[in-house]
């Protein structure tokens, strides 16, 4: 991929809206050019910055309207900027107009997109590179809990869930939200799971939430102390199974 086609791209990169295939190319272009990883951060750190700090907007309704018609005249109606741009202009307009009236919510937390974006992005990379998807090939935890000894700074729960439908089928290093994580992978039928596990750094346990993207399915919670992110191809309902199991095990 260019420089010029991945500059074209990459406000949907950030906001994860390209394909797997599209989304590959460009990480791909981005590991070997320094010029597009600089402007990828910079967009990505707009993104990050819009949404943690600008939530919540009250604004004047009368300053909403004048928005609206100068979003509408300066968009020829909204049809040549791009709708997150459009989003971006508001989000600066409306934060430049603090006041009483309307509330505007923006976004959910950033944090979340970003990793279900990695999640998703480290899942297929692994099963698309040949000899990725595993480090260590064992159906055996007691063979790959202790391959992680040294390797990363924590001691993942690894469990055999063959009897219940999933079957251990190794692990490997991996890495995710800025950590070196541990990936275990599992297998249920044809489809394969990998799930990414790592230490929490906030002391209470979250609830499982479940998302799809590009044609994946993530689920991730966390407990005793560990995040747990899953990505397969596997039905929801065979996801939030295998995550429940985890979660009982832990
Ligand atoms: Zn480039």
């Not at 900027?81 to 430049?96: D, G, H, K, N, Q």
Request: proline share 4%; hydrophobic share 40%.
């Amino acid at each position: 991929m260019s420089c010029e086609h991945t500059q074209q791209l990459l406000d949907a990169y950030v906001d994860g809206e390209l394909d797997v295939e599209k989304s590959l190319a460009i990480e791909q272009h981005l590991s070997a050019c320094p010029a597009c990883r600089k402007r990828h951060e910079a967009r990505r750190w707009v993104r990050v910055a819009v949404q943690s700090q600008a939530r919540y907007f009250t604004v004047p309704d009368p300053a909403v309207r004048r928005i609206q018609a100068h979003l509408d005249k300066a968009g020829g109606g909204g049809r040549t900027l791009p709708a997150r741009w459009l989003s971006l202009a508001a989000t600066a307009a409306i934060a430049a107009l603090l006041g009483s009236g309307t509330t505007f919510w923006i976004g959910r937390t950033s944090s979340e997109d970003l990793l279900t974006q990695e999640a998703v992005a480290n899942h297929s990379r692994s099963l698309m590179v040949a000899g990725r998807i595993t480090d260590i090939s064992s159906s055996d935890q007691h063979t790959v809990k202790p391959w992680f000894n040294g390797r990363v700074d924590f001691s993942p729960l690894v469990v055999d869930l063959t009897a219940q439908g999933f079957a251990l089928v190794g692990g490997r290093l991996d890495y995710l939200d800025n950590h070196p994580v541990a990936a275990l992978v599992y297998r249920h039928r044809q489809h394969l799971i990998n799930l990414f596990v790592w230490p929490d750094d906030k002391s209470a346990a979250a609830p499982m939430r479940a998302f799809a993207r590009h044609g994946y399915h993530v689920l991730h919670w966390s407990g005793g102390g560990m995040r747990y992110w899953a990505v397969s191809d596997l039905n929801p309902a065979d996801l939030k199974a295998f995550g429940e199991l985890l979660a009982t095990q832990g």
